[in-house]
């Protein structure tokens, strides 16, 4: 009988830790819902496709510590591959670009977090969204009052968790992760659009 007692303790902790390290993925905005959400309404959309080489992928690289997916221990970083094609959403007004918007996939402690960072046309920060997620508690840095905080950085705004952006309490990876990608648009789009 304590056999039997043992066995079912075991197995009954077991399911419970089992169902405590489940992952959950989480898709909150489509690319075309995201483009609507962080333009203004009635946005014509053009997307230029630009392959990262050269001096350009260089910089880029130097500009963010050497890689161009946020690295941390603890994170999900093996999961997210190194691109070197970028896609830059142009959103136009009356035929004229007035603004921009970047996609991108950084691992979050549990895995691949999407974000999307539009700026206006000199990379100032307008707008940024978590488009899709994987996290084990809820949706932490979907929030506005987290994702505002971002909103007027450029590259000459620190941006730092803990110092410059608090940070989401109990998603500290996800929170850096979030500010790599803001800081990964508004460099990829300067190297790229800016330094003509």
Not at 83 to 94: A, I, S
Not at 155 to 177: C, E, L, N, W, Y
Request: charged letters at 25%; aromatic letters at 10%.
């Amino acid at each position: 009988m304590s056999k039997k007692f043992i066995f079912t303790s075991s197995t009954l902790f077991a399911v419970m830790l089992a169902t405590t390290m489940v992952c959950f993925a989480f898709t909150l905005l489509s690319k075309d819902e995201a483009l609507k959400q962080v333009f203004w309404s009635g946005a014509q959309i053009e997307t230029e496709t630009v392959e990262l080489t050269g001096e350009t992928l260089e910089n880029i690289k130097k500009r963010l510590g050497g890689s161009m997916v946020y690295e941390q221990q603890g994170s999900e970083s093996a999961k997210v591959k190194e691109k070197h094609t970028v896609d830059f959403h142009f959103g136009l007004k009356d035929g004229k670009k007035r603004g921009v918007a970047i996609i991108d996939v950084e691992p979050g402690k549990w895995g691949p977090v999407e974000f999307i960072t539009a700026m206006d046309l000199k990379a100032t920060v307008k707008r940024v969204k978590v488009m899709s997620y994987q996290e084990q508690r809820g949706r932490p840095i979907a929030r506005n009052s987290f994702l505002n905080q971002y909103r007027g950085k450029s590259s000459s705004s620190p941006m730092q968790v803990g110092k410059d952006i608090v940070g989401v309490s109990g998603a500290t990876i996800s929170s850096r992760s979030a500010t790599f990608a803001v800081k990964k648009a508004i460099v990829m789009y300067e190297e790229v659009y800016l330094k003509k």
